[in-house]
């Protein structure tokens, strides 16, 4: 073979992705989808009407390439009320950059904070795009893992995997796919490593807003020293659950400002124009939206809890954040790893969940556990009870 038919070396190692595979073979198959991190209800009304009218109406042309200023003004005004003081240096014009959603975010901050030669830490488990990216910048991963089942980030852990080719750190609070909520401590932890070593963070926060029993998000740029070395990444998908509008967005000093921006430019242009138009809609729902939710996220979670409890699976923790619980399967007796079981669960069982060991590259984590997304209607995670507990009888 040529070397016109190969692909390029930073390929090698990657594959396309299994959480939405996962989601394909669920379609295939007809099987209740818990595998891909989406909800199946609507977002609010006020929001999809917002979008309708802009289709119909306007904007439908190429916003500015940062992001239609009502939109970035809306995210700055956003997080300057939910975190005065740390934010008061942010500039809607300057700080905030609107992407093709949270996967966009991290390749951009990536590829404009890491050189070929550096590595990137990535603390795991960890969402399946963190990996790409890292290749995307020509860097190499360094793999960090929090350990189950208290899934604690251990700084001493995070220290020794400092080398001095070390240039970020990827970090995700709330976590998919543990659901854990990382503590100021921890938070700390991971600043003071960063301002030791001289390290960007990378932080990908879309989960922000769904936090269970009180507790509340603090972003790591928040920290003292580690506003202008932090890339935070958020977006509109899970808060309004509309996942399919590709709405994410970026926030860094400079000069992560420019570069994130710049990497943004020449590779996606601008985001959906009309649906940021709904998302400054969406950002004026007021706070008894952000407590409903959460009280509906609140059923979902326990809800799914018992649904586990009941079907043989152990549940590694209760989530604390996010909508996503790793669990394992030895009670179904069932002898392969994760992957072939989550495959096996949703073909013959009509479940679809995703193997634990894609969201590791530790060797040896996360092979007889596998994650359960409950963004789901009750009625959607019902019939997966229904399901389970006739697999599980098949299995005795």
Same mark, same amino acid.
């Given at each position: 073979?040529?070397?016109?038919?190969? *692909?390029?070396?930073?390929?090698?190692?990657?594959?396309?992705?299994?959480?939405?595979?996962?989601?394909?073979?669920?379609?295939?198959? =007809?099987?209740? +989808? %818990?595998?891909?991190?989406?909800?199946?209800?609507?977002?609010?009304?006020?929001?999809?009407?917002?979008?309708?009218?802009?289709?119909?109406?306007?904007?439908?042309?190429?916003?500015?390439?940062?992001?239609?200023?009502?939109?970035?003004?809306?995210? *700055?005004?956003?997080?300057?009320?939910?975190?005065?003081?740390?934010?008061? $240096?942010?500039?809607?014009?300057?700080?905030?950059?609107?992407?093709?959603?949270?996967?966009?975010?991290?390749?951009?901050?990536?590829?404009?904070?890491?050189?070929?030669?550096?590595?990137?830490?990535?603390?795991?488990?960890?969402?399946?795009?963190?990996? @790409?990216?890292?290749?995307?910048?020509?860097?190499? @991963?360094?793999?960090?893992?929090?350990?189950?089942?208290?899934?604690?980030?251990?700084?001493?852990?995070?220290?020794?995997?400092? *080398?001095?080719?070390?240039?970020?750190?990827?970090?995700?609070?709330?976590?998919?796919?543990?659901?854990?909520? %990382?503590?100021?401590?921890?938070?700390?932890?991971?600043?003071?490593?960063?301002?030791?070593?001289? %390290?960007?963070?990378?932080?990908?926060?879309?989960?922000?807003?769904?936090?269970?029993? =009180? !507790?509340?998000?603090?972003?790591?740029?928040?920290?003292?020293?580690?506003? =202008?070395?932090?890339?935070?990444?958020?977006?509109?998908?899970?808060?309004?659950?509309?996942?399919?509008? !590709?709405?994410?967005?970026?926030?860094?000093?400079?000069? $992560?400002?420019?570069?994130?921006?710049?990497?943004?430019?020449? *590779?996606?242009?601008?985001?959906?124009?009309?649906?940021?138009?709904?998302?400054?809609?969406?950002?004026?729902?007021?706070?008894?939206?952000?407590?409903?939710?959460?009280?509906?996220?609140?059923?979902?979670?326990?809800?799914?809890?018992?649904?586990?409890?009941?079907?043989?699976?152990?549940?590694?923790?209760?989530?604390?954040?996010?909508?996503?619980?790793?669990?394992?399967?030895?009670?179904? +007796?069932?002898?392969?790893?994760? +992957?072939?079981?989550?495959? $096996?669960?949703?073909?013959?069982?009509?479940?679809?969940?995703?193997?634990?060991?894609?969201?590791? +590259?530790?060797?040896?984590?996360?092979?007889?556990?596998?994650?359960?997304?409950?963004?789901?209607?009750?009625?959607?995670?019902?019939?997966?009870?229904?399901?389970?507990?006739?697999?599980?009888?098949?299995?005795?």
């Amino acid at each position: 073979m040529t070397s016109r038919g190969r *692909t390029a070396a930073k390929l090698e190692h990657l594959q396309e992705s299994w959480i939405r595979e996962m989601t394909r073979i669920a379609l295939d198959c =007809g099987a209740v +989808n %818990l595998s891909q991190g989406y909800p199946d209800f609507d977002p609010p009304r006020e929001v999809r009407e917002a979008a309708a009218k802009a289709v119909l109406e306007g904007p439908n042309q190429y916003a500015v390439t940062w992001g239609l200023a009502e939109l970035r003004e809306a995210i *700055t005004a956003n997080l300057k009320r939910r975190y005065a003081p740390h934010f008061d $240096w942010l500039d809607a014009d300057l700080h905030i950059t609107i992407t093709c959603g949270v996967t966009e975010g991290i390749v951009a901050a990536l590829m404009a904070v890491a050189d070929p030669g550096d590595e990137v830490i990535i603390i795991e488990p960890a969402h399946e795009n963190y990996t @790409p990216a890292v290749h995307f910048a020509g860097a190499t @991963p360094v793999y960090m893992p929090l350990l189950p089942p208290d899934y604690a980030l251990d700084a001493e852990r995070l220290r020794a995997a400092v *080398t001095p080719r070390s240039k970020a750190v990827i970090l995700n609070t709330p976590h998919n796919p543990s659901g854990r909520v %990382l503590t100021r401590d921890e938070l700390q932890a991971v600043a003071d490593i960063c301002i030791e070593n001289d %390290l960007v963070a990378v932080t990908d926060e879309i989960y922000d807003r769904i936090l269970y029993d =009180g !507790r509340e998000h603090i972003p790591l740029a928040t920290l003292p020293e580690m506003a =202008g070395r932090t890339i935070t990444v958020g977006g509109l998908s899970k808060t309004f659950s509309i996942t399919g509008w !590709r709405l994410g967005f970026f926030v860094a000093q400079e000069p $992560w400002a420019t570069g994130t921006r710049t990497i943004h430019d020449f *590779t996606t242009i601008c985001a959906p124009t009309p649906l940021q138009a709904a998302g400054v809609v969406a950002y004026s729902l007021g706070e008894d939206f952000y407590a409903r939710q959460l009280e509906d996220y609140h059923e979902r979670r326990d809800l799914m809890m018992e649904i586990l409890s009941q079907t043989g699976f152990t549940a590694v923790n209760t989530p604390e954040g996010a909508y996503y619980v790793m669990a394992g399967y030895e009670e179904w +007796n069932y002898p392969g790893e994760s +992957n072939d079981f989550a495959v $096996w669960l949703a073909k013959e069982v009509g479940v679809a969940v995703v193997g634990g060991s894609h969201f590791y +590259n530790t060797p040896g984590l996360g092979q007889r556990e596998v994650r359960f997304a409950f963004a789901k209607k009750l009625d959607t995670l019902e019939q997966a009870r229904d399901r389970l507990l006739k697999g599980l009888e098949t299995r005795r």
